[in-house]
């Protein structure tokens, strides 16, 4: 059969580097290759007990819902956001459920961003966020952040033009697990006053941190935004496709209409699932977050001190960043040699637009993780000898 003539805006993008390293990493062990798979961004334990009985309690429920949602939901997903970020605006007539964050972005990205528009988007990032603008027909603008993985405020006001229509901000951050600083948070919101740009806010590792004082981006004083959040990291819900993005009222209607002719509701179940999550305040069990914290110091332990491998440890998220400069040209190769040779499945930064390093993800169960540790340990080590 010939190839279709696809749309144009098809030749800038492409799949998710993150699910097809996943993709790849899976079918190498179901060839019965010997795989340390440490790719996906997403916790390892299975869905809450508690989730779990409550949806099934509701499973004879098969009805469209609201576009926005089930009102319940929507309901306590504002509740627990007005005091999560402080913000007395958020009501259930702004937030609209979605069936993940991803969709999210894409219907407030459509909603905002004309032909042509400019995102800013500061890098190393996760892949889809470009993507998402470029199928919108808007243009990512790639903003790097400071060496320590901070907000370059500088750099985002100098990358500011008349086109310039919004500015997608994560932290805490994928892939580097860096929080962004409030002081720079800060400091960008008062630049912006006046400006009419939308902060979009994912806010999706927000709930996974491990430092005191964290201060989530929609409350540091901006004028317009909107937030993108969800269950999935935070409730090992990511297989349900569940999230919600939060925005003002006229934003909010718009993006509804937007879901009225394309996705309508999220699932049931899955809806179910979210209102059992943020009835308990969508947080993480602490075994959960003791876990991380473990597992975190796993890493710290095993890799410092290695030639030539860098990292800082990250604050939030479960990746860790690490810096492999100096030990190969391109951290793509690095990833693939460590792959053949040692079965370990790391993201190259080239994924990320950052070159040079290599995303760890420690969320799996600890004797995989472990023995990948030692042998990313010990090729390193071959590496630095040769």
Not at 90 to 105: H, M, R
Not at 292 to 306: C, I, N, P, Y
């Amino acid at each position: 059969m010939d190839q279709i003539l696809l749309a144009e805006r098809m030749a800038g993008v492409s799949q998710s580097a993150t699910m097809a390293l996943n993709a790849r990493a899976k079918q190498l062990a179901a060839d019965g290759k010997t795989i340390y798979n440490l790719t996906a961004g997403e916790l390892a334990s299975t869905t809450p007990d508690y989730i779990q009985k409550h949806v099934a309690s509701t499973l004879h429920e098969n009805k469209y819902t609201a576009v926005a949602g089930l009102p319940e939901l929507r309901e306590a997903i504002a509740a627990g956001a007005r005091d999560f970020y402080g913000l007395d605006w958020i009501q259930a007539e702004n937030v609209v459920v979605t069936a993940g964050v991803k969709p999210a972005l894409y219907v407030a990205l459509m909603a905002l961003i004309n032909p042509g528009d400019e995102v800013i988007l500061p890098i190393p990032t996760w892949g889809s966020f470009a993507n998402s603008i470029e199928l919108c027909d808007g243009r990512a603008v790639k903003v790097p952040l400071t060496s320590d993985f901070d907000l370059d405020v500088a750099a985002v006001m100098a990358a500011i033009t008349p086109k310039t229509k919004a500015i997608l901000i994560n932290s805490p951050q994928n892939p580097t697990g860096a929080i962004y600083s409030e002081k720079a948070l800060r400091e960008l919101a008062d630049k912006l006053k006046g400006s009419g740009i939308t902060i979009l806010s994912d806010d999706i590792y927000s709930k996974l941190v491990y430092q005191e004082g964290f201060v989530p981006t929609p409350s540091c004083g901006f004028e317009h935004v909107i937030i993108l959040n969800g269950f999935s990291k935070s409730q090992a819900l990511t297989g349900w496709r569940i999230g919600y993005l939060i925005a003002p009222k006229n934003a909010a209607d718009a993006i509804v209409s937007i879901l009225s002719h394309t996705m309508t509701n999220a699932a049931v179940p899955s809806q179910q699932a979210g209102l059992a999550a943020a009835d308990q305040g969508d947080q993480p069990p602490a075994e959960t977050i003791a876990l991380l914290k473990k597992q975190r110091q796993m890493v710290v332990d095993a890799l410092s001190g290695l030639p030539g491998l860098d990292f800082q440890e990250p604050a939030g998220a479960f990746f860790f960043f690490l810096d492999v400069h100096k030990l190969a040209k391109t951290s793509a190769q690095w990833c693939e040699d460590l792959l053949v040779q040692t079965g370990v499945a790391l993201v190259p930064g080239e994924a990320f637009s950052g070159p040079g390093y290599a995303r760890l993800s420690f969320v799996t169960d600890e004797s995989t993780l472990r023995a990948a540790l030692d042998l990313i340990a010990r090729f390193v080590k071959q590496e630095a000898k040769a």
